[in-house]
Structures are given as C-alpha cells and as structure tokens.
C-alpha cells in the first residue's frame, strides 16, 4: 500500500461539509435554550450579531482572495456562533464582531479556507479577543439575575465564576445540579454541561466529530486534575470541578474534535487529545487567564500535521500503528 506525505490536515469524509457543518450548527444552536432561559432575548442578539458578521466577513474574504462562495457552505455560520457561544452574554456586541473578524479574514481565508484549515478559526477568534479585551472576556453576568436589558451594557449584575475561584485556589460553591444546568456565571454557551454533552452525543452518533481527541483529552485533563489539583479537595472533586466548569467540554467537542483541523490518523487523534489536555492544564495552573481551552487549541493544532508525518514515517518503518 503507498503511502503519501501529508501537507495540511484536509478534511477527507464521505459525507460533505455541508451536511457536517450543518449538524455542527443544530448542536450549538441548542446551547442557546437555557441561556435564553435565564437572560432573555440579549442572548439570540448576541448570536445573531456574530453569524452576521462572519457571514458578512467571509463573502468578503472570497472576494478579496477570489474564492467563490454563495454554494451553500454553513462555516462562517458555525464559527460566529461558536464565538458568541463562548464570550460572556453582557459583551458588548462589537467584540464577537472583532473575533469574527480576526477568526475569517485572518486565519480562515489565508490559512486554507473551509476544509484545509490549519487552525480552527473560532479559537483563534477567541484568543485574539482574550489577549486584546481580557477585562471584557471574563466580565460574566450572573444567571441568577435575571433577563438583561438588550442595550449595550456591561455592567449588569456579575456573578463570581468557578473559573476565578480556583485561579485563586479556592473551591467554587456550586452543587452539582449548577453544573449540570449551567446555573452559574461562565461563557454563554459553555456552562450547561448536560447539553453539551447530548450535542457531542449527537456529533458522534452522526460521524461529524472524531471520538479520539474528545476521549484522551478528557481523560488527561481528569487525571491531572486527579493527580495535580488546584485546590485543596478530594480528587474527584477537583475532576469535577475542571471538566464541568469553564470552557474546558464546550471546546473539547465543537473545537478539538473538529476533523479538519485534527490529525487524519488514529494514533495521531489519541496523541492530539492528550497534548491538548497537557497544555489545558498546564495553563490553567500556570495561567494569568481563567479560560484557556481556546490558547491549547490553537497549540495542539500546530501539531496536527507533525503528528501525521511521525504516525506514517513510523509504519513506513514497520511499526504497527492504528
């Protein structure tokens, strides 16, 4: 059998992008139930004003790369809600629009355009964001506070996040069923870990994401979370409490198991769970940031590549690799 030399991470599926990107859609889109449950309208605002703006972004980077668009292609829309899903509800409504941005014209677009990405584009989106607006980032409403006003303001009531609790080696007062229904102050769409769970359900059940890197990372960041934890608590406490809490299992299934921009190999998906979740953790115990899920992301991203080239050179070798 030949082997051939990769040079990007191209996305290689039967079913097309369109399809996948759509079922990808379906499932952010039902991270917008509850917390338009507990904020009101501001929160389809929000999503709106970012799918606009990529929207709007991306037929512009076809025309300024000469690409051709208008065939029916859905990523612009996934990656402007993944941004707004993962920025706080009381933003302001130009910052999903600077990360949309910085997410199509500046590494969409020039780094491989829909299906040839190198980095995922929304996470670079947030990064970008992060390091340009941190005070606005992490500026969380509390969701307990009831429906915010659909102006633009920021200083509606903020709760206290788990995320700034244990950068501070505190131990967050959450029971377990706030967790589960996102009954807390945190990224928009990233608190509700029963829906983010289901929708990664879904994404797997229909082949849309890789099980691989969602299943290693979660596994090292439990286990150094168990071995190494942030607070003084039980081990299972300290899993609990990084796996449920920030942005860590919203960017794990609609980011890290996003098959364009992970490798195309199964050993070299396993090795790319486990990098992310290193770098997640060690972040988030060396970190000036509260979220970080994004920066290890775009990290573990670069590797994608490399980690094909070693997997293939290796069986080229003779040793037996999935």
Not at 113 to 118: H, V
Not at 245 to 269: I, Q
């Amino acid at each position: 059998m030949k082997l051939h030399t990769l040079s990007a991470p191209f996305l290689r599926r039967e079913r097309t992008t369109v399809s996948m990107m759509g079922d990808a859609l379906a499932a952010l889109a039902a991270l917008l139930i509850l917390p338009t449950v507990y904020f009101g309208p501001r929160v389809l605002v929000m999503a709106l004003v970012s799918m606009t703006a990529c929207a709007a972004f991306d037929i512009l980077a076809c025309l300024i790369f000469r690409h051709t668009f208008g065939s029916g292609d859905p990523s612009a829309l996934v990656t402007g809600l993944t941004i707004a899903l993962l920025l706080p509800v009381n933003a302001p409504y130009w910052l999903p629009v600077l990360a949309g941005a910085f997410a199509i014209l500046v590494v969409k677009m020039p780094l491989g355009s829909t299906g040839n990405n190198l980095f995922n584009p929304a996470a670079a989106g947030m990064a970008f964001v992060t390091v340009c607006q941190p005070d606005l980032v992490f500026l969380y409403a509390n969701p307990t506070a009831g429906w915010l006003d659909l102006s633009n303001d920021i200083t509606a009531v903020l709760g206290s996040t788990p995320g700034s609790a244990l950068l501070e080696g505190l131990k967050p007062s959450l029971v377990p069923r706030d967790l589960l229904w996102g009954v807390y102050a945190g990224p928009m769409g990233c608190t509700a870990a029963l829906v983010i769970g289901a929708g990664a359900l879904l994404l797997l059940a229909r082949r849309t994401i890789r099980w691989e890197p969602l299943a290693f990372f979660l596994l090292t960041t439990a286990l150094l979370a168990a071995l190494f934890p942030r607070i003084y608590c039980p081990a299972l406490t300290s899993v609990k409490y990084e796996l449920l809490t920030g942005s860590l299992l919203f960017c794990g299934v609609f980011l890290l198991g996003d098959p364009v921009t992970s490798p195309r190999t199964m050993t070299g998906r396993c090795i790319f769970g486990v990098l992310a979740g290193a770098l997640l953790m060690g972040m988030r115990h060396a970190g000036a940031y509260e979220q970080t899920a994004c920066f290890a992301v775009l990290i573990a991203n670069a590797f994608s590549p490399v980690l094909d080239r070693a997997v293939i050179t290796m069986r080229r070798k003779g040793v037996r690799l999935p």
